[in-house]
């Protein structure tokens, strides 16, 4: 099943280079690298991963978008309303029920919580700030260091990708639950340090004083 898989990515990717910029193709191959991916025992997410590394991402000639924004724009009502808010009402649930304070102190927890504090703002303002002192990007109109940082302090705000890969990580309900508290703690803390931070940053009248 794995090597069909591989077969059916190939030919995604040969029917990307070709040109072929119809959605359908994309999505009847989409159907059958899930089921390949499925039956192989991988997870199956992966196949989607791999699905929107094919779709091209430049648009043909007389289309306003390409066929990878077309098919982001179709879907984003249905992610945004339904399978979000499906997921985090299934996954996001802990029991109070014998919770104690050991639970904060538990190194999942604590592993989790500082993953998405600490491990996000320097991932993310770190390779910001390398990028942009290397020259391959800048820093937008009106924009501070204070603000990118701020910014990159509020990407410590995780939930459904944080919490699924708890939940593929960790086969008991402890770890579970220890992982579903670190990643409410983390993104708590994010969220507020992140206000913070951004609330404490003024605007240059003047843009190109941040240069």
Sequence with gaps: MIGLAAVTVGVLVAI?????TRLWPYLALGV?????VFESGVHPTIAGVLLAATLPVSADKGEEASPLHRLEHALSHWVAF???????????????GGLGFGVFTHPVTVGAALGLFLGKQ??????AWLVIRAGLAQRPDGATWGHLYGVAVLCGVGFTMSLFIGLLAF?????????????????????IVGWLVLRAQKMPANPSQTR
Excluded: C, E, M
């Design 171 to 191: 086969a008991t309900d402890d770890y579970q639950d220890a992982t579903k508290i670190g990643v409410l703690a983390g993104s708590l803390a994010s969220a």
């Design 122 to 127: 320097f991932g993310v303002f770190g390779g």
């Design 82 to 96: 339904l399978v979000l808010p499906v997921f985090g009402f299934a996954n996001a649930g802990v029991s109070l």
């Design 32 to 36: 059958a690298l899930w089921f390949f």
């Design 16 to 20: 990307n280079a070709s040109g072929v």
